[in-house]
T-cell receptor, first 114, second 110 residues
Framework: DTGVSQDPRHKITKRGQNVTFRCDPI?????LYWYRQTLGQGPEFLTY????????KSRLLSDRFSAERPKGSFSTLEIQRTEQGDSAMYLC????????????FGEGSRLTVL | AQSVTQLDSQVPVFEEAPVELRCNYS??????LFWYVQYPNQGLQLLLK??????LVKGINGFEAEFNKSQTSFHLRKPSVHISDTAEYFC????????FGTGTSLTVIP
């Protein structure tokens, strides 16, 4: 069990560029979550997948954000036309369906938009 | 809908002193309650969880929390803190989705 891994750990980009983050969940976990965390705040829910199906999206997730989990394993989160307000830590977590709630988090991908 | 309120954003405490980190929640459905800890430059990890049964739950590193349904609280306690407990602590509620509080920064002073 290698845990949840996220890549890249840090990304610095210029406003208007596109960025993509990848998350590899724990292999037997069929649920995968994306959260965003800014300084002094708790993780804010963005979206989650059960296998390859995206079951819920937060209203925080604007049209510039898109997430995929094409084969029910790894997931990508893409942000198009980045804005300075997108600067945050993007957290991925996974869990098993039916488990009473424990999320296993990756270390996060920190995005800085200049 | 569910929500979580962590009443203290920062808690400084001397080493070996007791500490309580407060958490209140609101929900119209039955929920599960969690405390997660985030050490500097690390991901969140589970400290403890309340699902059902005994209202006093024990977690890792000597932490415990008590579920109080009438007060809708789930406060985290430790009788004697160590320097290594310095971290950010998040209370979370799971009903139909996970919701996290804004976090409490615990600083243990030598």
């Amino acid at each position: 069990d290698t845990g949840v891994s996220q890549d890249p750990r840090h990304k610095i980009t210029k406003r208007g560029q596109n960025v993509t983050f990848r998350c590899d969940p724990i292999s037997e976990h069929n649920r995968l979550y994306w959260y965003r965390q800014t300084l002094g705040q708790g993780p804010e829910f963005l979206t989650y997948f059960q296998n390859e199906a995206q079951l819920e999206k937060s209203r925080l997730l604007s049209d510039r954000f898109s997430a995929e989990r094409p084969k029910g394993s790894f997931s990508t989160l893409e942000i198009q036309r980045t804005e300075q307000g997108d600067s945050a830590m993007y957290l991925c977590a996974s869990s098993r369906q039916g488990d009473t709630g424990e999320l296993f988090f990756g270390e996060g991908s920190r995005l800085t938009v200049l | 809908a569910q929500s979580v309120t962590q009443l203290d954003s920062q808690v400084p405490v001397f080493e070996e002193a007791p500490v309580e980190l407060r958490c209140n929640y609101s929900s119209s459905v039955s929920v599960y309650l969690f405390w997660y800890v985030q050490y500097p430059n690390q991901g969140l990890q589970l400290l403890l969880k309340y699902l059902s049964g005994s209202t006093l739950v024990k977690g890792i590193n000597g932490f415990e929390a008590e579920f109080n349904k009438s007060q809708t609280s789930f406060h985290l306690r430790k009788p004697s803190v160590h320097i290594s407990d310095t971290a950010e602590y998040f209370c979370a509620v799971f009903g139909n989705q996970f919701y996290f509080g804004t976090g409490t920064s615990l600083t243990v002073i030598p």
